[in-house]
């Protein structure tokens, strides 16, 4: 539904360049809600005004629904209609609602819709309608200053959806918000998603709005995606960053001469009693470091840190079992949990490596 190919953005100021954008390539499917996460200024707001040429890219092309938009905006006088038209078709929503206070919600919600061309009563009839799909059907008649900011982020949705867009873009909509009005509205966002087959392509700094809506995500570091997937697939991935901000599991070794290994659990192998089976079919005693569970996309998937007793040479065989399982196993290098009394030997070194993989 959304690609981006080799997606560059240079902004030049006062003689200086900064590159925001350095060739992104990203991949949204349709019906999927797609998070983009990243530190600040790693380009993710670059990236989303792009998406729909509120910013001209230096180089690179977006493509909508089919639709390449990068060719729209640079071909003559027309280009314009056409980059309009095609815009109309991707609803945004702002960090800061962006409302004319001047105006009632309903005026607010008709604002595209009489730029679209609608009569009067064609956009009175949308406009209650949508308000009524984000829950705000008796505030039609206030003005912004009179709601909250959860009501307020409602009415920007209910915006948003005016044009009837296959695509939401999302900068932030939720950080604004306090987190119970988040919850609601992530699960307005996720409703929307499923009800009407909207694709929503979001960016946030908050790891937990990719935890509770996100089907996949991309991780920018210095104006590039350094890691991309479903949330399954990233937690499939040894050592992938995005999962273990996820699922971050701390703890440290009880003492020398054992092994800490991470077992991340999702799919079928999330229900099953893996770790009591691991213990009756070793006669070992596992303890737990950390963990963290949770469901994401309707599915229990979590990450866990356990330690065996003995050390990796000694477990190659109930580290083998876990694999079996279906699990995604990584066991910690020595350093990396602090135990830096336990010796390391180069060839427990090249198991270890071996292990991680
Ligand atoms: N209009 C502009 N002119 C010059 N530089 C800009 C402009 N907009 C953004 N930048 C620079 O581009 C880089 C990426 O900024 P961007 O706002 O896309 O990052 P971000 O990941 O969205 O950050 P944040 O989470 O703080 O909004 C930053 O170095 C920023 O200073």
Known sequence: MI???????????????????????????????????????????????????????????????????????GRGP???????????????????????????VQANVELPLEILGLSGKERSRKALELLDLVGLADKAKAYPGQLSGGQKQRVGIARALAGDPKVLLSDESTSALDPETTRSIL?????????????????THEMDVVKTICDSAALMKGGRVVESGTVSELLATP?????????PVGGEPSGPDRTVV??????????????SQLSRTYNIDISILG???????????????????????????PIGFLREQGLQVEV?????TASATVPSPAPADALLKEGAK
């Open 291 to 317: 963990a963290a569970m949770d469901t994401v996309a309707g599915k229990q998937v979590g990450r866990m840190r356990i330690e065996l007793p003995g050390r990796f040479e000694e477990n190659v065989v």
């Open 187 to 203: 699960q307005l966002l996720r409703d929307l998603n499923q009800q009407l087959g909207l694709t929503v392509l979001l960016i």
């Open 332 to 336: 910690a290098p020595h350093g990396e």
């Open 262 to 275: 991470d077992v991340t659990f999702h799919g079928d192998a999330a229900t099953q009693p893996v770790i």
């Open 239 to 247: 050592g992938s960053e995005l999962a273990a901000e996820l699922f």
């Open 78 to 104: 027309r280009a314009n209609a056409g980059l309009r038209k095609a815009r109309s078709h991707i609803g945004m929503v702002f960090q800061h609602f962006n409302l004319l206070s001047s105006r009632t």
């Open 3 to 73: 690609t981006t190919t080799g997606l560059t953005k240079v902004y030049r100021s006062r003689g200086r360049e900064v590159t925001a954008l350095d060739g992104v390539d990203l991949h949204v499917r349709e019906g999927e809600v797609y998070g983009v996460v990243g530190q600040s200024g790693a380009g993710k707001s670059t990236l989303i005004r792009c998406v729909n040429l509120l910013e001209r890219p230096s180089s690179g092309t977006v493509t909508v629904n089919g639709q390449d938009l990068t060719a729209l905006a």
